[in-house]
Protein backbone atom coordinates (compact mmCIF):
# COMPACT_ATOMS: atom_id res chain seq x y z
CA UNK A 1 0.00 0.00 0.00
CA UNK A 2 1.43 3.24 -1.30
CA UNK A 3 1.91 5.92 1.66
CA UNK A 4 2.83 9.28 1.35
CA UNK A 5 4.40 11.35 4.45
CA UNK A 6 5.03 15.01 4.72
CA UNK A 7 7.87 16.40 6.97
CA UNK A 8 9.41 19.59 7.56
CA UNK A 9 9.63 22.60 9.59
CA UNK A 10 6.38 23.47 11.15
CA UNK A 11 6.92 27.28 12.08
CA UNK A 12 8.82 29.56 9.63
CA UNK A 13 9.68 33.18 10.12
CA UNK A 14 8.31 35.51 7.29
CA UNK A 15 10.42 36.33 4.79
CA UNK A 16 12.13 32.68 5.12
CA UNK A 17 12.08 30.17 2.91
CA UNK A 18 9.81 27.17 3.62
CA UNK A 19 11.20 23.50 2.63
CA UNK A 20 8.55 20.40 3.01
CA UNK A 21 9.42 17.11 1.68
CA UNK A 22 7.45 14.18 1.12
CA UNK A 23 8.59 10.89 1.65
CA UNK A 24 6.65 8.26 -0.50
CA UNK A 25 6.49 4.41 0.39
CA UNK A 26 5.45 1.14 -0.87
CA UNK A 27 5.42 1.96 -4.47
CA UNK A 28 7.30 4.05 -6.91
CA UNK A 29 7.28 7.73 -8.09
CA UNK A 30 8.66 7.63 -11.31
CA UNK A 31 5.88 8.25 -14.31
CA UNK A 32 3.55 9.89 -11.78
CA UNK A 33 2.23 13.55 -11.01
CA UNK A 34 3.90 14.33 -7.54
CA UNK A 35 1.50 17.24 -6.23
CA UNK A 36 1.48 19.73 -3.44
CA UNK A 37 -1.65 21.03 -2.13
CA UNK A 38 -2.35 23.78 0.88
CA UNK A 39 -5.37 24.00 2.75
CA UNK A 40 -5.53 27.63 5.05
CA UNK A 41 -7.46 27.13 7.90
CA UNK A 42 -11.00 26.76 7.44
CA UNK A 43 -10.60 27.61 3.85
CA UNK A 44 -10.61 25.54 0.68
CA UNK A 45 -7.54 23.66 -1.06
CA UNK A 46 -5.43 25.48 -3.22
CA UNK A 47 -3.31 23.63 -5.91
CA UNK A 48 0.55 24.62 -5.78
CA UNK A 49 1.64 22.27 -8.51
CA UNK A 50 3.08 19.21 -9.49
CA UNK A 51 6.42 17.62 -10.79
CA UNK A 52 5.89 15.15 -13.45
CA UNK A 53 8.72 12.76 -14.80
CA UNK A 54 11.49 14.03 -12.81
CA UNK A 55 11.62 17.38 -14.92
CA UNK A 56 8.33 18.85 -15.73
CA UNK A 57 6.93 20.75 -13.87
CA UNK A 58 3.68 22.70 -13.61
CA UNK A 59 2.88 25.31 -10.95
CA UNK A 60 0.07 27.84 -9.91
CA UNK A 61 0.21 31.26 -11.43
CA UNK A 62 -0.39 33.16 -8.19
CA UNK A 63 2.56 31.06 -6.49
CA UNK A 64 4.93 30.84 -9.33
CA UNK A 65 7.99 33.18 -8.87
CA UNK A 66 8.13 31.65 -5.15
CA UNK A 67 7.56 28.04 -5.94
CA UNK A 68 10.07 25.01 -6.72
CA UNK A 69 9.48 21.57 -6.61
CA UNK A 70 11.74 18.88 -6.80
CA UNK A 71 12.45 15.17 -6.92
CA UNK A 72 14.77 13.04 -5.40
CA UNK A 73 13.78 9.43 -6.89
CA UNK A 74 16.75 7.73 -5.35
CA UNK A 75 15.20 8.54 -1.68
CA UNK A 76 11.65 8.35 -3.36
CA UNK A 77 11.37 11.71 -2.31
CA UNK A 78 10.07 15.16 -3.47
CA UNK A 79 9.96 18.58 -2.49
CA UNK A 80 8.65 21.97 -2.18
CA UNK A 81 10.24 25.08 -1.22
CA UNK A 82 8.67 28.39 -0.57
CA UNK A 83 10.24 31.63 -1.05
CA UNK A 84 9.78 34.93 0.97
CA UNK A 85 6.73 33.40 3.50
CA UNK A 86 4.44 35.39 4.66
CA UNK A 87 1.54 34.84 7.04
CA UNK A 88 -0.83 34.45 4.42
CA UNK A 89 1.37 31.18 3.56
CA UNK A 90 -0.04 29.49 6.98
CA UNK A 91 -1.94 26.65 6.00
CA UNK A 92 -1.87 22.81 5.74
CA UNK A 93 -0.32 21.35 3.19
CA UNK A 94 -0.46 18.26 1.70
CA UNK A 95 2.19 15.99 -0.90
CA UNK A 96 0.17 13.90 -3.42
CA UNK A 97 0.68 11.02 -6.14
CA UNK A 98 -1.60 10.95 -9.02
CA UNK A 99 -2.28 10.51 -12.37
CA UNK A 100 -3.05 11.94 -15.29
CA UNK A 101 -3.52 13.30 -19.55
CA UNK A 102 -4.22 16.24 -21.19
CA UNK A 103 -7.88 16.09 -20.57
CA UNK A 104 -7.95 15.15 -16.52
CA UNK A 105 -5.34 15.03 -13.86
CA UNK A 106 -6.30 13.22 -10.03
CA UNK A 107 -4.24 12.74 -7.12
CA UNK A 108 -5.18 9.34 -5.93
CA UNK A 109 -2.78 8.89 -3.11
CA UNK A 110 -2.48 11.66 -0.42
CA UNK A 111 -0.03 12.30 3.06
CA UNK A 112 -1.93 13.52 5.74
CA UNK A 113 -0.69 17.12 5.80
CA UNK A 114 1.72 19.03 7.81
CA UNK A 115 0.50 22.32 9.32
CA UNK A 116 3.02 25.36 8.39
CA UNK A 117 2.44 28.34 10.67
CA UNK A 118 4.22 31.46 9.40
CA UNK A 119 5.63 33.91 12.28
CA UNK A 120 8.09 35.61 13.81
CA UNK B 1 -11.95 33.56 -6.36
CA UNK B 2 -12.08 30.57 -8.23
CA UNK B 3 -12.34 30.02 -11.62
CA UNK B 4 -14.42 26.77 -10.57
CA UNK B 5 -17.31 27.78 -8.92
CA UNK B 6 -19.29 25.50 -6.42
CA UNK B 7 -22.37 25.86 -4.20
CA UNK B 8 -20.93 26.86 -0.75
CA UNK B 9 -23.46 24.20 0.60
CA UNK B 10 -25.94 21.35 -0.08
CA UNK B 11 -28.08 19.31 1.81
CA UNK B 12 -30.18 15.91 1.14
CA UNK B 13 -31.98 13.62 2.93
CA UNK B 14 -30.55 10.62 4.47
CA UNK B 15 -31.41 7.93 1.58
CA UNK B 16 -31.99 10.12 -1.11
CA UNK B 17 -29.95 11.14 -4.14
CA UNK B 18 -27.70 14.66 -4.27
CA UNK B 19 -26.06 16.24 -7.05
CA UNK B 20 -23.22 18.81 -6.71
CA UNK B 21 -22.13 21.02 -9.33
CA UNK B 22 -19.13 22.43 -11.08
CA UNK B 23 -19.39 25.13 -12.94
CA UNK B 24 -16.46 26.51 -15.27
CA UNK B 25 -15.64 27.56 -18.91
CA UNK B 26 -12.42 24.95 -18.75
CA UNK B 27 -14.82 21.90 -18.28
CA UNK B 28 -16.45 22.64 -22.00
CA UNK B 29 -12.83 20.49 -22.75
CA UNK B 30 -11.35 18.91 -19.63
CA UNK B 31 -12.67 16.75 -17.21
CA UNK B 32 -13.18 16.72 -13.39
CA UNK B 33 -11.84 15.02 -10.51
CA UNK B 34 -13.57 15.08 -7.33
CA UNK B 35 -13.04 14.78 -3.59
CA UNK B 36 -14.47 14.12 0.01
CA UNK B 37 -12.59 15.59 2.85
CA UNK B 38 -14.26 14.71 6.43
CA UNK B 39 -12.92 17.23 8.97
CA UNK B 40 -9.42 16.75 10.02
CA UNK B 41 -8.52 14.64 7.23
CA UNK B 42 -6.97 14.54 4.00
CA UNK B 43 -8.98 14.81 0.84
CA UNK B 44 -9.65 11.40 -0.22
CA UNK B 45 -10.33 11.16 -4.50
CA UNK B 46 -13.90 9.64 -5.48
CA UNK B 47 -13.95 10.64 -9.00
CA UNK B 48 -11.78 10.99 -12.15
CA UNK B 49 -11.76 11.06 -15.79
CA UNK B 50 -15.06 10.45 -17.83
CA UNK B 51 -16.74 8.21 -14.51
CA UNK B 52 -13.88 7.08 -12.87
CA UNK B 53 -13.91 5.19 -9.32
CA UNK B 54 -10.59 4.71 -7.42
CA UNK B 55 -10.29 1.31 -6.44
CA UNK B 56 -12.70 1.21 -2.68
CA UNK B 57 -15.00 3.98 -3.36
CA UNK B 58 -18.38 2.86 -3.64
CA UNK B 59 -20.32 2.94 -6.86
CA UNK B 60 -22.99 5.45 -5.11
CA UNK B 61 -20.41 7.88 -6.29
CA UNK B 62 -20.63 8.58 -10.04
CA UNK B 63 -19.82 11.81 -12.09
CA UNK B 64 -21.02 13.65 -15.41
CA UNK B 65 -20.35 16.70 -17.50
CA UNK B 66 -22.39 18.87 -19.83
CA UNK B 67 -21.34 22.03 -21.10
CA UNK B 68 -19.33 23.92 -18.45
CA UNK B 69 -20.89 21.83 -15.87
CA UNK B 70 -19.46 18.77 -14.18
CA UNK B 71 -21.25 17.33 -11.50
CA UNK B 72 -20.57 14.73 -8.85
CA UNK B 73 -23.56 12.56 -7.68
CA UNK B 74 -24.22 10.47 -4.92
CA UNK B 75 -26.96 8.10 -5.09
CA UNK B 76 -28.62 6.61 -1.42
CA UNK B 77 -26.57 9.46 0.62
CA UNK B 78 -25.54 8.02 4.21
CA UNK B 79 -24.48 9.83 7.28
CA UNK B 80 -20.70 8.97 6.59
CA UNK B 81 -21.03 10.87 3.05
CA UNK B 82 -21.32 14.34 5.10
CA UNK B 83 -17.95 15.95 4.38
CA UNK B 84 -16.48 18.71 1.96
CA UNK B 85 -16.58 17.95 -1.46
CA UNK B 86 -14.12 19.33 -4.24
CA UNK B 87 -13.87 19.71 -7.66
CA UNK B 88 -10.75 20.43 -9.52
CA UNK B 89 -9.83 20.74 -13.33
CA UNK B 90 -8.21 23.10 -15.70
CA UNK B 91 -8.06 26.69 -14.89
CA UNK B 92 -9.13 29.16 -17.73
CA UNK B 93 -6.16 29.24 -19.51
CA UNK B 94 -5.86 25.86 -19.92
CA UNK B 95 -2.32 25.40 -18.51
CA UNK B 96 -2.85 25.03 -14.81
CA UNK B 97 -5.04 23.39 -12.72
CA UNK B 98 -7.26 24.92 -9.88
CA UNK B 99 -9.45 23.88 -7.36
CA UNK B 100 -13.34 25.04 -7.03
CA UNK B 101 -14.34 26.74 -3.40
CA UNK B 102 -15.91 23.07 -2.03
CA UNK B 103 -19.01 22.01 -1.08
CA UNK B 104 -20.09 21.44 2.01
CA UNK B 105 -22.70 18.46 1.99
CA UNK B 106 -25.20 18.38 5.20
CA UNK B 107 -27.21 14.57 5.17
CA UNK B 108 -30.14 15.40 7.38
Known amino acids: QVQLQESGPGLVKPSETLSLTCTVS????????LSWIRQPPGKGLEWIGY???????NYNPSLKSRVTISVDTSKNQFSLKLSSVTAADTAVYYC??????????????WGKGTTVTVSS | SSELTQDPAVSVALGQTVRITCQGD??????TSWYQQKPGQAPVLVIY???NRPSGIPDQFSGSSSGNTASLTITGAQAEDEADYYC???????????FGGGTRLTVL
Open chain 1, 26 to 33: GGFISNYY
Open chain 2, 26 to 31: SLRNYY
Open chain 2, 49 to 51: GKN
Open chain 1, 96 to 109: ARGGGSVYYYYMDV
Open chain 2, 88 to 98: NSRDTSNNHWV
Open chain 1, 51 to 57: IYNSGST
